[in-house]
């Protein structure tokens, strides 16, 4: 435990092994080095708890408590912190490991002594070895030598460069303190933004930038807002009855108004305002799959019908800048279309537009940008990425390139910027997208998803959901499934549990313990469960275990965020990285036997393929591949791999060899589009589907087995994660993640302004490639 018993009296320069830290200004000397290097205050904060108690371990635990309060942070942030105090204190002889040793499983320790210096040594530099911060120089030693020490007009020539250099700092001090000012007295630009303002002040909670506009027990969704950031619209639950409607809000403490009334029986959803704030477009959804896009004025009434949307699944749509039309994603269902396209409201006549789109490519939420010349969407929502054309068609050009799961995103009114979600780890953040340079920020935002920028202002709505998850086993008989029993509750995140075949262990994702990870338990033995360490495990796909359930291959990331696949044995702990010949891979599974390895790769053409390896050989020799699959599972029972597709719902088959002409649909439905990864194969062939209603949270089908998908209602309240379950061999229970606790607000807040360009040496921002922060 960290104490203050042995804490170094209070003083600025330290004494650490053979370098000189001064923590004012976090920079550290080291004997030979040109100048002195500059540490992050997390790595600074890291190095003051371990000053306290050189020699001794100090443990991961104390030191997130100490240096990261109230948050949870990954392992990483920790690794990266110390990483950085190895490299401040390396010399040509020492990579700095002889300060720091690392406590394998538990902690860390300063190897070397602590004293406080009473005087500050001579540095050669002039600045810190940080291109990211300005401060005044370490004082140099000559400056306050006897005059005797140096020749007049060299001391004159010296004393003059550091008036100089004094000068120009304090006039970059004085020009950022003015900018602060101006900052901090501008005006609320709206009611929201007065909303904002004064809820942040109420709670006493400037940590907190944001406020939180609704909060009732349900769902609140898919904000949009009017173009002067003064109103919100959302989706929200019914409440009294089932289904959705439109509410909109005018500020924080004013109540909710519906749009226009919901029928009984259907649900309005997808609200989106238009350019010019008089009218908000919306979904209308009924019974048996219909579906129907109207347009109502934003104070109320008014409707219009616009066009039809029966039985599809993933309805996007966003008004053109002239607010004459609405332009579309791809359509599934009865009115299918496979690209963008624009309708013009007026005369009701479609216009597809003439761009570069793939046979499996789906092009989804679609949206002009503000000054109407470009066109932004994501491509395949399955495994997304940000894609960006001229408004008049053409050849798109990739934004991203992180197969991530984006959930939702906004232009900014400069139709440079772009806002989005996406899923990392156990949550959902937001980034800012500069798609001129390809760098990205994080938003600071925890548990955001579904943004919405304001035109005119900048005002960000964002939905706020911070579900809980928790791992159960459902058994199965033939009336359906039972009751679910909850395995080791905790107070984090778990999902993606995967039971072995053998039905005696458990694998599942959780965040349980501050940092997100894979957690192992023997079934029989539950004081067993704990973290595989020297993983971190992505997301987005699932496990999978081998036949005779001593292995799994795990996606994850490696030291530079590249999506890579290991082979772990949970039993002894081990953890070895697959010198798989793909660049990108999505999924990894086993084949018929544990020497064939079934791979899912994006390629750098952006093709989704399915590529069977044999891993005896020495270069693993790929033996099948099938284009445009977005998950694959073996079933052992029936020897064949079992796929959906990026284009398309429904389910479909293949031999073991991946051979073309074995390919067969199993199901023309189901699994959707959407939900491809709610899907599993028990031991004995059985395939099993979980999906939602409005009359039950979490349905429950078997697609095989005789009994031709068959609906039950497994949990009528609870939600199940979207991303994998499992059913033991014998197909009599299944291993599923359900919501314990759940709901989703509304945030609104204002966006930062722009300032990159006003002092571009203060701009840290970071490449998209690869990971950030599922």
């Known amino acids: 435990m960290i104490t203050n018993e042995s804490e170094p009296p209070s003083a600025d320069v330290m004494k650490i092994g053979d370098c000189t830290v001064i923590l004012s200004s976090r920079e550290v000397m080291v004997a030979g080095a040109r100048r002195p290097r500059r540490l992050t205050p997390k790595a600074l904060g890291v190095l003051k708890a371990l000053m ?31 990483t950085q105090l190895r490299k401040a204190f390396a010399s040509d002889d020492d990579s700095g490991t002889a300060y720091i040793e690392t406590i394998a499983k538990t902690g860390y320790r300063l190897l070397v002594p602590v004293s406080v210096v009473e005087t500050l040594p001579a540095s050669p530099a002039l600045e810190a070895d940080d291109s990211a911060a300005v ?38 001090v004085a020009l950022l303190v003015m900018a602060a000012l101006l900052v901090r007295r501008e005006q609320p630009t709206s009611a929201l933004d007065a909303a904002v303002e004064d809820g942040t002040r109420i709670t006493g909670s400037p940590q907190r930038p944001y406020r939180l506009i609704t909060a009732t027990a349900g769902f609140e969704t898919y904000p949009t807002l009017s173009p002067d950031g003064s109103q919100v619209a959302y989706e929200a639950d019914m409440g009294v009855r089932e289904g959705s409607t439109i509410k909109v809000q005018t500020s924080g403490n004013t109540p909710a108004r519906a749009l226009i009334e919901t029928p009984a029986g259907q649900s309005d959803r997808f609200p989106n305002w238009s350019p010019d704030g008089r009218d908000i477009a919306f979904a209308r959804f009924g019974a048996e799959g219909s579906c129907e896009v109207l347009i109502a004025s934003a104070t109320g009434g008014a409707l219009r019908h616009v066009t039809r949307c029966d039985g599809t699944e993933l309805l996007s749509f966003d008004w053109t800048p002239d607010g004459r039309g609405l332009i579309f ?66 050849t798109p050009e990739q934004l991203t390139d992180d197969s991530a799961e984006i959930r939702g995103w906004s232009w900014r009114g400069d139709s440079r910027h772009i806002v989005f979600g996406r899923r990392v780890d156990s949550e959902s953040r937001l980034y800012e997208l500069d798609t001129q340079s390809r760098l990205l920020r994080d938003v600071g935002l925890d548990d955001a998803q579904t943004p919405a920028v304001s035109r005119n202002n900048g005002m960000l709505a964002f939905v706020h959901r911070r579900a809980q998850f928790g791992v159960f086993r459902v058994p199965v008989g033939a009336n359906g499934p039972g009751t679910p029993e909850r395995l080791f509750p905790s107070g984090g995140r778990d999902a993606q549990p ?126 099948g591949s099938i284009e445009g699959v ?76 005789g009994t031709a998908g068959v609906e039950h209602c497994l949990d009528r309240a609870r939600l199940s994660a979207g991303n994998g379950f499992s059913a033991n061999a014998e197909g009599d229970a299944v291993y599923v993640a359900l919501a314990v606790a759940d709901g989703a607000d509304i945030g609104v807040m204002p966006l930062p302004k722009q300032t990159a360009s006003l002092f571009p040496a203060f701009s840290r921002l970071l490449f998209l490639k690869g990971n950030d922060p599922s």
């Open 630 to 705: 977005s998950q694959a599972r073996f079933d052992r029972s029936g020897r064949r791999v079992l796929f959906t597709r990026l284009s398309a719902g429904g389910l479909w088959s293949a031999d073991a060899r991946l051979s073309a002409a074995s390919i067969q649909q199993v199901s023309e439905d189901r699994p959707t589009r959407w939900r491809y990864r709610t899907w599993s194969v028990a031991g004995n062939g059985s395939i099993d589907y979980l999906s939602s209603h409005r009359d039950c949270a979490t349905l429950f089908a078997r697609l095989s087995a």
């Open 52 to 82: 306290r108690a050189p020699g001794a371990v100090v443990t991961r635990d104390e030191l997130f408590a100490e240096v990261w309060p109230d948050t949870l942070p990954t392992n990483d942030v920790l690794t990266q912190a110390v």
């Open 135 to 172: 401060s005044p120089p370490a004082v140099d030693a000559d400056v306050a030598a006897p005059a005797a020490a140096a020749p007049a007009p060299r001391r004159r020539r010296r004393i003059r460069r550091y008036v100089l250099l004094a000068i120009g700092i304090a006039m970059l």
């Open 498 to 623: 995967m039971v072995s075949p053998d039905g005696r262990q458990l694998v599942f994702s959780s965040d349980r313990s501050g940092s997100f990870a894979l957690w192992w338990a023997d079934l029989e033995r539950p004081d067993s469960l704990r973290p595989i360490e020297g993983l971190r495990p992505e997301a987005r796909q699932a496990p999978d275990w081998s036949g005779d359930s001593h292995r799994l291959l795990v996606l994850g990331r490696d030291d530079h965020g590249n999506p890579s696949v290991y082979e772990v044995t949970p039993r002894d702990e081990q953890a070895l990285r697959l010198p798989l010949p793909v660049a990108q891979p999505l999924q990894a599974l086993y084949g018929e036997d544990d020497q064939h390895v079934l791979v899912i790769e994006r390629d750098g053409q952006e093709r989704m393929r399915l590529l069977l390896f044999d891993r005896s050989t020495p270069d693993w020799r790929l033996l």
């Open 329 to 394: 994603g791809a359509f599934s269902g009865a009115h299918a279309h496979r690209g963008i396209r624009v309708l013009d409201i007026a005369s009701g006549r479609w216009t597809a537009l003439a761009y570069d789109t793939g046979e499996d490519d789906f092009d989804y939420a679609p949206r002009y940008s503000p000054d109407g010349r470009w066109i932004a969407f994501v491509r395949n929502p399955q495994v997304g990425d940000l894609w960006r054309m001229p408004a008049s068609g053409g």
